[in-house]
């Protein structure tokens, strides 16, 4: 089965609207999560990590909450704006010998209007 | 700002035909990794590459897939025989640790026809 998923394959909400997309892991022994936004046509890009020591991480309009009583991780974006519009996906790592793999879920497409 | 580039954005080829794709990783990163993504699913692991050799690989990356770091720059992922089932894009990663951010290219579409 699956190690990484979302709960929603889709969310639309309006411009300057709160943003909320959920994410559920399977492995508690993962220790790094981490937000990827993907645009049409590029390459995942970085939004925001979180390490298992932590349970809220905020950056810029972002913030992720992570609760691993329920291995449950978060994505708030504050003041949604139509340049959010993208697929959002969650990742956790897998630690082996001399590296990490993303294991990552199938994605949230955020949908924002004006 | 520094960034992982891949070439050829676009690559077709026949069936059962050889082909190299192509990464330049962040200069002072040490570990290269490759994903793939299947239109309209998730992003998935291939392998994972230090010092010079696999540390990691999946399922997906059998005996058709190899990868190298031919010089101090590039970073690759031959496929020996295509078939219609690698049609995917392909993303090349890096990162400075073992446990850090993974920097994504733009991604190399392949089309096997």
């Known amino acids: 089965g699956e190690s990484v998923g979302l709960h929603l394959p889709t969310l639309s909400v309006q411009e300057g609207d709160n943003s909320i997309i959920n994410c559920a892991y399977s492995?508690?022994?993962?220790?790094?999560f981490i937000w990827y936004k993907q645009e049409s046509g590029k390459g995942p890009q970085f939004i925001i990590d979180?390490?298992?020591?932590?349970d809220k991480r905020q950056g810029q309009r972002v913030t992720v909450l992570l609760n691993k009583t329920v291995k449950h991780l978060s994505l708030q974006i504050a003041a949604t704006q139509p340049g959010d519009s993208a697929v959002y996906f969650c990742?956790?790592?897998?630690?082996?010998?001399?590296?990490?793999?993303?294991?990552f879920g199938k994605g949230t497409t955020l949908s924002v209007s004006s | 700002e520094p960034e992982v580039t891949q070439t050829p954005s676009h690559q077709v080829t026949q069936m059962g035909q050889e082909v190299i794709l192509r990464c330049v990783p962040i200069s002072n990163h040490l570990y290269f990794y490759w994903y793939r993504q299947i239109l309209g699913q998730k992003v998935e692991f291939l392998v994972s590459f230090y010092n010079n050799e696999i540390s990691e690989k999946s399922e997906i990356f059998d005996d058709q897939f190899s990868v190298e770091r031919p010089d101090g720059s590039n970073f690759t992922l031959k496929i020996r025989s295509t078939k219609l089932e690698d049609s995917a894009m392909y993303f090349c990663?890096?990162?400075?640790?073992?446990?850090?951010?993974?920097?994504f290219g733009p991604g190399t579409r392949l089309t096997v026809t």
């Open positions: 990742a956790e790592n897998t630690r082996f010998r001399a590296g990490t793999a993303l294991i």
């Open positions: 990663a890096s990162s400075r640790d073992s446990n850090g951010e993974q920097y």
């Open positions: 492995n508690s022994a993962s220790d790094y």
């Open positions: 979180i390490r298992s020591n932590m």
